[in-house]
């Protein structure tokens, strides 16, 4: 495995069910992100994790809780979602979290809540 | 207050015309730019990035852009679309706020490539 991957790629939950996001990055970087694409609207950072630590959570409801066990790996547990929650999941890792640092993207998970 | 402006939603030329894909950004600091494109179904990737260096920056897939300061833009070109380039791009503006850096995303222009 090369680059980010994300698990599953597609989900489909209720609003009751818990779930989990998987991220992996194999780029030996130690700052990954989780984001939040929904159509028409500026893709929205979620959560910042550096060296292991989370460094910025941008307001996100309680409902959506992030783990990062170690540096090359990044989970998003889902739980009691909303149908407005619908949207593509993608996570990211770079090397640091300064100016200049381009972030690799994972293929996203698509994620539909009924 | 630091922003970016992609200038078109969308945008459609034939294969093998110039593509131009517009982006204006506002930063009260020296910015590091960059371009992302995303196919249907996949995640984003890097295509260019403008850190402070040459201000024609070259990237994958035969695309540039010129950073103009003056202008405060950063749009995207390729002289000769290719079938494979319809995908949505999006314009990044990276910034320091405080002891932070912040990403300011473009809302994205959808580029589509007729034959």
């Known amino acids: 495995e090369t680059g980010v991957t994300q698990t599953p790629r597609h989900l489909v939950m209720g609003m009751t069910n818990k779930k989990s996001l998987k991220c992996e990055q194999h780029l030996g970087h130690n700052a990954m992100y989780w984001y939040k694409q929904s159509a028409k609207k500026p893709l929205e950072l979620m959560f910042v994790y550096s060296l292991e630590e989370r460094v910025e959570n941008n307001s996100v409801p309680s409902r959506f809780s992030p783990e990062c066990p170690n540096s090359s790996h990044l989970f998003l547990h889902l739980h009691t979602l909303q149908p407005e929650d619908s949207a593509l999941y993608l996570c990211?890792?770079?090397?640091?979290?300064?100016?200049?640092?381009?972030?690799?993207f994972g293929p996203g998970t698509r994620l539909t809540v009924t | 207050a630091q922003s970016v402006t992609q200038l078109d939603s969308h945008v459609s030329v034939s294969e093998g015309t110039p593509v131009l894909l517009r982006c204006n950004y506002s930063s009260s600091y020296s910015p590091s730019l960059f371009w992302y494109v995303q196919h249907p179904n996949k995640g984003l990737q890097l295509l260019l990035k403008?850190?402070?260096?040459a201000t024609l920056v070259k990237g994958i897939n035969g695309f540039e852009a010129e950073f103009k300061k003056s202008e405060t833009s950063f749009h995207l070109t390729k002289p000769s679309a290719h079938m494979s380039d319809a995908a949505e791009y999006f314009c990044?503006?990276?910034?320091?706020?405080?002891?932070?850096?912040?990403?300011?995303w473009g809302l994205g222009t959808s580029l589509a490539v007729n034959p």
């Open positions: 990211a890792s770079s090397q640091g979290t300064g100016q200049g640092y381009e972030q690799y």
């Open positions: 403008y850190t402070s260096a």
């Open positions: 990044v503006v990276s910034v320091n706020a405080g002891n932070n850096r912040k990403l300011i």
